[in-house]
């Protein structure tokens, strides 16, 4: 009895056993994985080295067209306010054989600011190291405008001697969140900044927004420049015996600013401004271009007693977050004439359907 | 019986579960490396993986698009939110993951989908325009890494954190103009098969997707399997040996008895030869119990015994040379044989024929048979007598004989035992059969009458046999000696 209870005993065993080693080859089977995602990404948009690469191909670009005096070339990697200065300063170092007229935008980069947007227009900044002539820092904004575009270059300024710009969030582990044209959260919107500041650039000190900014001292700005070639020009000799008049026009394009976050939750805002001088004088008189671009862009017509010229201005500002009660400072800007007559067009580029223009004249 | 076949089937059970196991590690093994194909579907020329299919495997991956000969490929990397931006509601192939170890599931997304990326993807629209002509995506600011060739292009990636995903795009090599004309084509006439064959001539066409990925095999059941497989190996070897050793005692408990019956048929002889040996013979080597010796033994039962035996095992090696050392202690009763007062009784040699085990064995026992009974010479007896307490077991049935073994002989059976044993596989298949409980009896008897007679011989013999001689000359040199011994007394 015994004997069979453990021969029963060990066939439960054996069995037992059997069933162990069906399971384990049951369980052997491996399971197909299923794709899980990782996390959404929260970054920025663009790696460094994908903005260096951004900005290497926009300079082969910028370079090629330039020696093929070629403005069609930029096509490819260059839009907006960008495109039409670079058009034109190729157009004007073409025609007087100088490219000391075309900026440079150096590939060494001192700083860059990649956004965290995702989705389209994107932005990427870069703030270049100076030149080999010791220009200044330039801030460079580089747009992607749909996702099947590349990134083109679409404002730069030259950053104003002894600014502090602001911190901006870390470019490769952080990014920076972009700022619509109307955000709130600072002292005054990207797009009122640029039309205010519009404004001041048009008439200097005289401007309701003279306040709400505070232009370097040491330095120039645009507000200085302008004013300060206004001054000459009124002062200089004859030209009140001449009847001379000058009238300054200048306007904030409402669709192109750009603004990114900065550290301490303010914003900085590239735009550009569109600007213009009227000058005239006596039916019998002439005004001559003032400068060689101003004469290039005349292609040779007459001088007449009309003198038209447009500028394209590029400009960069640090808005405070609201409620800091700091005003907002000109970081930099870029004054390039595109346009010169000998008569005042019918349409200017600083028309708008709602005149935002301030106009000054005398 | 049962449980030393238990036990050989346990030990075959457990060989075949190491087998196994060491099977799934070699043989059996899964592919170090995954390949998943993915078909396109749809009517895009682009195949987008979701997020997380680079990495399903593994996080290196090498993917490799194909495309008809004659077109251009292009196989990007891009963050889900561009790849999707990208693709702008055109429609594509999407790659959601593997059906099987070798393929991958795709579906088609249309427009209206792509642009909410967590939509059911519904099947492919027929309404929805042919051919639909995206841009190369190669030349993007967005990718992190981007290949372009002809036909087919390979692509390592090493993933990193966050949802990247993959975009193929076969980018075609027919001018643009053309594949509007196909498109135009087809917008006519959809289902007409030659225009879409005439169409992948020229348009691009999605390209098959192969990944390809280092899979870490894991061998799982390695372990368990030679674990168990040893575990069952051990158990069925205990079984076996543990079943062997209740059958030796077994045996053992029915050899006494036989003996015992031996030696009383035997009568004086029986006593005076004190056969004992053989009787602690069989339970050491079952194997060597000459079972028809045995009853020949009981009935013969004289000391005439000991010339039967011999002659009967002089031709058993003529017969049949089996092993080495069967012609060696079969040839040695030879010579006593003549030697022998060994009257030979008839039926021995005859019994012996019969069987061959009855052969082998009874000369094993034999020779000492007539060895003992020619020498004759008290002094061996003697000697017997002293060393027998101290080599022997107590429990031993030499005493009981009066005459021990000597130590040679015990040695000598003691390496036979050992011999024996070592052949388990015999073993085992007797104890299957069953036949082995028949000849422990039969052992004893024999050599019990045998025995006292060879007891001079069998120190030379034994001599003999543990320098080595050879076993013919030793048979011979055996003859001799003990003649001579003989003659001499």
Same mark, same amino acid.
Not at chain 1, 70 to 74: I, T
Not at chain 2, 136 to 144: F, H, N, T, V
């Given at each position: 009895m015994i004997a069979r209870s453990t021969r029963a005993t060990r066939r439960a065993t054996a069995v037992a056993g059997v069933a162990a080693t069906a399971a384990l080859l049951a369980g052997c089977a491996q399971e197909l994985p299923t794709p899980s995602a990782d996390e959404p990404f929260t970054g920025p948009v663009l790696t460094l080295d994908q903005e260096v690469a951004v900005v290497e191909d926009v300079a082969a670009v910028l370079e090629e067209a330039e020696a093929e005096a070629?403005?069609? *070339?930029?096509r490819e990697r260059v839009a907006g306010p960008a495109f039409e200065v670079r058009r034109s300063q190729i157009e004007v170092a073409a025609e007087l054989d100088d490219d000391s007229f075309v900026t440079r935008i150096p590939t060494d980069l001192a700083a860059t600011i990649i956004p965290t @947007?995702? @989705?389209?227009p994107r932005v990427s900044y870069t703030i270049t190291q100076p030149t080999e002539n010791l220009e200044a820092h330039r801030m460079v904004a580089y747009q992607q405008?749909?996702? &099947?575009e590349n990134y083109k270059l679409w404002l730069w300024v030259q950053l104003i001697p002894g600014t502090t710009m602001p911190n901006f969030a870390d470019p490769e582990a952080i990014g920076s969140e972009a700022v619509a044209a109307? #955000?709130?959260? *600072?002292?005054? @919107?990207p797009a009122e900044a640029l039309v205010q500041y519009a404004d001041l650039v048009a008439q200097?000190?005289?401007? #309701?927004y003279a306040d709400a900014f505070e232009l370097p001292e040491d330095s120039q700005d645009l507000v200085k420049r302008v004013q300060a070639d206004a001054r000459n020009l009124r002062g200089s000799e004859g030209f009140e015996e001449a009847d001379g008049r000058y009238r300054l026009t200048y306007a904030a394009r409402d669709d192109d600013p750009v603004a990114v976050r900065t550290s301490d939750g303010g914003a900085v805002v590239m735009g550009a401004l569109d600007g213009n001088v009227r000058i005239d004088v006596e039916e019998d008189g002439s005004i001559a271009p003032f400068t060689q671009t101003q004469t290039a862009l005349m292609d040779g017509d007459d001088e007449t007693n009309e003198l038209y010229v447009e500028y394209t201005d590029q400009v960069a500002l640090y808005i405070p977050p609201a409620g800091s009660g700091e005003p907002v400072r000109p970081l930099g800007y870029s004054h390039d004439t595109v346009t010169a007559a000998n008569e005042f067009p019918?349409?200017?580029? @600083?028309? &708008?359907?709602?005149p935002e223009e301030s106009e000054e004249s005398e | 019986m049962l449980q030393r076949i238990l036990g050989a089937v346990l030990v075959v059970a457990g060989l075949a579960a190491i087998a196994f196991g060491v099977a799934t590690a070699t043989v059996l093994r899964e592919s170090d490396t995954v390949v998943a194909t993915a078909r396109p579907v749809g009517d895009g020329t682009v195949v987008v993986t979701d997020p997380g299919v680079l990495d399903l495997v593994d996080a290196d991956v090498t993917v490799t698009a194909s495309v008809p000969a004659g077109q251009e490929v292009t196989v990007v990397v891009g963050r889900d939110v561009d790849v999707l931006g990208w693709l702008e509601g055109d429609p594509y192939a999407r790659v959601?993951?593997?059906?099987?170890?070798e393929t991958l599931t795709t579906s088609a997304v249309t427009p209206e989908e792509a642009e909410d990326p967590e939509a059911e993807p519904a099947e492919g629209d027929a309404e929805e325009p042919q051919d639909v002509e995206l841009p %190369?995506?190669?030349?993007? %600011?967005?990718?992190?890494t981007e290949l372009t060739a002809a036909e087919q292009v390979s692509l390592r990636w090493n993933d990193r954190p966050g949802p990247w995903v993959l975009l193929a795009a076969?980018?075609?090599?027919?001018p643009a103009d053309e594949a509007d004309e196909e498109a135009e084509e087809e917008g006519t006439e959809a289902s007409d098969a030659d225009a879409q064959t005439e169409a992948s001539d020229a348009d691009a066409v999605a390209p098959t997707l192969e990944l390809t990925w280092e899979r870490e095999v894991s061998t799982p059941l390695l372990w368990p399997a030679v674990g168990l497989g040893g575990l069952l190996l051990l158990l069925g070897i205990v079984l076996v040996v543990v079943g062997g050793r209740r059958k030796k005692r077994s045996r053992r408990g029915s050899a006494a008895p036989a003996a015992g019956a031996a030696a009383a048929a035997a009568g004086a002889p029986s006593a005076l030869s004190g056969d004992s040996p053989i009787a602690p013979d069989s339970p050491l080597?079952? %194997?060597?119990?000459a079972s028809p010796a045995s009853p020949l033994g009981s009935a013969?039962?004289?000391?005439?015994w000991a010339a039967p035996g011999a002659e009967q095992a002089r031709p058993t090696p003529v017969e049949e040379p089996g092993g080495a050392w069967e012609p060696a202690t079969a040839t040695r009763p030879d010579p006593v044989a003549p030697e %022998?007062?060994?009257? =030979?009784?008839?039926p021995v040699p005859v019994a012996g024929r019969f069987s061959r085990r009855s052969r082998l064995r009874p000369t094993r026992s034999a020779p000492e048979v007539p060895l003992h009974d020619e020498g004759g010479s008290p002094d061996v007896v003697e000697e017997h007598q002293d060393d027998a307490p101290a080599t022997t077991? =107590?429990?031993?049935p030499a005493l009981a004989d009066g005459r021990p073994l000597t130590r040679r002989e015990l040695r000598r059976r003691e390496e036979e035992r050992r011999a024996g044993a070592q052949s388990g596989m015999s073993r085992a298949f007797r104890a299957l059969t069953?036949?082995?409980?028949?000849?422990p009896p039969a052992d004893a008897a024999p050599p019990e009458v045998a025995d006292p007679p060879a007891a001079p011989g069998r120190r030379a013999a034994a001599w003999r046999e543990t320098w080595g001689f050879d076993a013919t000359s030793t048979a011979q040199d055996a003859s001799q000696d003990e003649t001579t011994e003989g003659g001499t007394r």
């Open positions: 070629s403005p069609k *070339l930029l @947007t995702e @989705t389209w405008e749909s996702a &099947r109307d #955000d709130d959260s *600072l002292e005054v @919107t200097g000190d005289d401007s #309701d019918s349409e200017r580029n @600083t028309d &708008r359907e709602e | 959601t993951g593997l059906a099987d170890w %190369d995506p190669a030349g993007s %600011d967005m990718w992190i076969g980018t075609g090599a027919a080597s079952p %194997d060597s119990p013969g039962g004289a000391s005439p %022998d007062e060994g009257s =030979g009784t008839a077991t =107590g429990s031993m069953g036949q082995t409980p028949v000849v």
